[in-house]
């Protein structure tokens, strides 16, 4: 079992910056991708990010591209979003979330089911 704890989320005017955090335990494994999704009011959850936990491939949503940064600190068994430029449209219960095995087909790290398991979220309001 893997548990994950997302952390950074907080309320920034809008071109302002946040780095987020999502700390894994238990067991994890090489080539597992790690993910960000985000949720906002009233629509469905979206993708944001992802990481091959220890390989270093990235994939990002067009949205973000340019804007955010996803790396990992294998030590620490945490990864982080770090997003700069941000706009009202940011605004969103972000998601880290990672598979039970690894995946090397990098198509899959876009899909929330490719994932098992989830954090609880962390919210993050940009303000305009």
């Known amino acids: 079992q893997v548990q994950l704890v997302e952390s950074g989320g907080g309320l920034v005017q809008a071109g302002g910056s946040l780095r987020l955090s999502c700390a894994a335990s238990g067991r994890t494994f090489s080539s597992v991708p790690v993910g960000w999704f985000r949720q906002a009011p009233g629509k469905e959850r979206e993708f944001v990010a992802a990481i091959s936990w220890g390989g270093g491939t990235t994939v990002y949503a067009d949205s973000v591209k340019g804007r955010v940064t996803i790396s990992g600190d294998n030590a620490k068994n945490t990864v982080y979003l770090q997003m700069n430029s941000l706009k009202p449209e940011d605004t969103a219960v972000y998601y880290c979330?990672?598979?039970?095995?690894?995946?090397?087909?990098?198509?899959?790290?876009?899909?929330?089911?490719?994932?098992?398991?989830w954090g609880q979220g962390t919210q993050v309001t940009v303000s305009s």
């Open positions: 979330a990672t598979a039970r095995r690894p995946l090397f087909n990098r198509s899959y790290y876009y899909t929330a089911t490719t994932y098992d398991y």
